[in-house]
């Protein structure tokens, strides 16, 4: 089905309303010397591991879908989180079942380069690009032989925290309840409400937006069927996990669709929410001496209350994970250029292509740091805080799967930086991230309907 142009006007509408973009005002700032550190090569990374210390949970940003230099410098990080703190897990903002097969991918036998091409495809809901990629190929390469020499429980995990992929986990969760009678037949019955909108997230959405009835008695009575079910039964501690979890995306997720059809805060909460439950479960799951790494936009990871957001009523999962931990616990790392190409579409659900990104707008927090000298650096927010004129709310660039670089000067958020993040991490120019090909299914779009 195709979503109503008009449905499509008012999501993004409301999308630029609730993220706080401000259009095309330009608010002055004069300039200022900002204390940076070179980032030349991963050794530059030094200081940032040493200002890790021994946080357990560690953020990584972005500020696109579709930049190769985020993608990369993210991966770097995480190698040396793994390899010198101990880090043993990597959270992304993808999908739960797509993401596990990944983490039984890697801590399996050696596999080669084709084999890992062969496994992203089934990333294959748009936009395809955000986890099936060269640098995620990469990535997920060197995982499955980092883990060839460790332990069973000290193997690194792979997951995914976000809610999307409703019908997909009621189709993972069935193996595990078969010859249980009464979970099955719970389980049909969420499978029979949601069959007449075609595992599409969207036309359910619509069709429950003035609807008095929808799925969510359903997938409740599933969810805590299932929890007491795992409850009382013998099972090892991950079948519990993957149980639950499926139950508990599709919960969530048809939470979500309904408030989705609205496009009001209260989408964007739940989704976040999710996030940030589905790390607290994973950490429990670890034990005490857990740490992990997450991977997520910079809209989802940098700390809400320090933006716009807060006064829409939006909290995200950076602003949880540190209230969750304490911010002793957590460091979160924003990511930003001033230039370059990125990998987006022009409409949504639209054809991959490869952008312009212009100059970031005047003022600016990407156009201070270019400024201050059109190189790559880290930037700490220990040393910015004595900056009186960075305790002020500063425009910081955030661009979406969906994105018009003749109307970029709105993808900006008003954001007090040395509060949002721990740290910056800034790519003067970017170029943009190398999609593989892969055969899109028909299913509802991951990130919709903000884009982020």
């Known amino acids: 089905m195709k979503v109503p142009l008009a449905f499509k006007y008012i999501v993004g509408l409301l999308t630029i309303l609730m993220l706080g973009c401000k259009g095309p005002t330009v608010v002055e700032t004069p300039e200022m010397k900002i204390p940076a550190h070179p980032l030349q090569n991963e050794d530059d990374l030094d200081a940032l591991i040493n200002q890790i210390g021994d946080r357990k949970i560690v953020l990584l940003g972005e500020a696109s879908h579709g930049t190769a230099e985020y993608y990369s410098w993210r991966a770097a990080i995480s190698k040396r989180l793994i390899q010198e703190k101990g880090f043993r897990m990597i959270a992304i903002e993808g999908e739960w079942a797509d993401s596990y097969r990944v983490n039984q991918f890697i801590k399996g036998d050696l596999k080669d380069s084709l084999q890992v091409i062969s496994l992203l495809k089934q990333y294959d809901r748009w936009p395809t690009w955000m986890w099936n990629n060269d640098e995620i190929a990469k990535l997920v390469s060197w995982l499955n032989r980092y ?111 309904c408030a989705a059809a609205k496009s009001n805060a209260t989408s964007w909460n739940i989704r976040d929410r999710h996030m940030g439950t589905t790390v607290k479960r994973l950490m429990d799951h670890h034990g005490p001496d ?14 809400a209350r320090y933006t716009d957001m807060a006064a829409a009523g939006m909290t995200n999962l950076g ?29 949504w659900g639209g054809s991959i292509r490869t952008m312009r990104v212009p100059k970031a707008r005047r003022g600016s927090w990407e156009d201070l740091l270019h400024k201050n000298g059109p190189t790559n650096k880290l930037i700490f927010s220990n040393e910015l805080r004595g900056n009186a004129q960075l305790r002020e709310a500063i425009g910081h660039r955030a661009i979406g799967v969906q994105y018009d670089p003749a109307t970029e000067s709105r993808n900006y958020v008003p954001s007090i930086i040395p509060d949002r993040y721990d740290a910056f991490l800034f790519v003067d120019e970017t170029t943009a991230l190398k999609p593989l090909p892969v055969t899109r299914k028909n299913e509802p779009p991951d990130t919709y309907p903000s884009g982020y």
């Open 319 to 347: 602003q949880m994970i540190r209230s969750f931990y304490g911010p002793g616990q957590v460091y979160i790392v924003g990511f930003g250029s001033y230039i370059g190409k990125v990998t987006a579409a022009d409409s």
């Open 147 to 257: 883990n060839q020499d460790q332990l069973s429980k000290e193997k690194v995990a792979f997951y995914g925290m976000d809610v999307y992929c409703l019908w997909e986990s009621m189709d993972e969760l069935m193996p595990y309840i078969q010859g249980n009678d009464s979970l099955t037949r719970m389980a049909a019955a969420v499978r029979k409400c949601f069959q007449p909108y075609s595992a599409d997230g969207i036309q359910y959405a619509i069709a429950v937006r003035d609807a008095a009835e929808n799925c969510r008695a359903q997938t409740l009575q599933l969810y805590r069927s299932v929890l007491a079910y795992t409850a009382s039964q013998a099972l090892d501690e991950e079948t519990k996990l993957i149980m639950q979890q499926h139950t508990l995306v599709a919960l969530n997720g048809e939470k979500y669709y």
């Open 290 to 303: 857990a740490k992990m790494i997450i991977w997520a936009h910079n809209t989802h990871v940098g700390d």
